[in-house]
């Protein structure tokens, strides 16, 4: 088995990842180690990328500092992403029992809240009112369900043409209004004779 050495840590070479992994506990790849070595502990969300694509090559000259996305990038080749295709067909149908079971719901629901737990607030200023306000949802527009209904009113996305029932006439009015008539007038004259039918009645 072949070895490298660095500052007296014995490596043995993973066959399976080309990676050079310590023989001593905890095992770290020997680039991390060596990184670490001149430059301190890796912060949370990058990694060590070799510069050359050579996973021998463990010089420090040879390792940079990216995050994680971007080295994710960087060895996202043809063949990769065919294995990663591969894989996925090999065991999402196990997946897909696992999320609908009911360890999986239980799971999904945990990890829901405590995700919101930690999501921070950001202020946000209301596109009808203007108002400020603060939210954990990024993506949402209106201080309240108040100015959300009223913007929509406004846009007039939700209008249809409807016929008085008193006047026949056609007019527009929003789908979801109960209102019968176009007017306060034809509201008062229809109440008028429903009134004088039930006097007659």
Request: with cysteine; hydrophobic share 25%; proline share 0%.
């Amino acid at each position: 088995m072949e070895h490298q050495f660095f500052k007296g840590i014995k490596f043995y070479k993973d066959k399976k990842t080309g990676y050079w992994i310590s023989t001593t506990q905890p095992r770290k790849r020997m680039h991390v180690v060596v990184w670490e070595y001149y430059n301190g502990c890796v912060q949370k969300g990058f990694h060590i990328h070799h510069k050359d694509k050579n996973k021998s090559n463990n010089k420090i000259e040879n390792l940079i500092l990216i995050d994680a996305h971007s080295h994710a990038s960087l060895h996202m080749t043809k063949e990769n992403l065919e294995r990663i295709r591969q894989l996925a067909d090999k065991y999402r149908h196990l997946t897909k029992v696992w999320h609908a079971s009911e360890e999986g719901r239980k799971w999904h629901t945990q990890h829901g809240i405590l995700g919101w737990e930690k999501k921070k607030e950001i202020e946000k200023v209301c596109e009808y009112c203007n108002e400020k306000y603060l939210t954990k949802i990024y993506r949402q527009r209106f201080c309240s369900n108040k100015c959300k209904s009223a913007h929509r009113r406004n846009s007039k996305v939700d209008d249809i043409e409807s016929i008085c029932e008193f006047c026949i006439k056609k007019y527009r009015k929003n789908k979801y209004d109960k209102t019968r008539t176009c007017s306060k007038s034809c509201a008062a004259k229809i109440r008028w004779c429903e009134r004088n039918k039930k006097k007659a009645e």
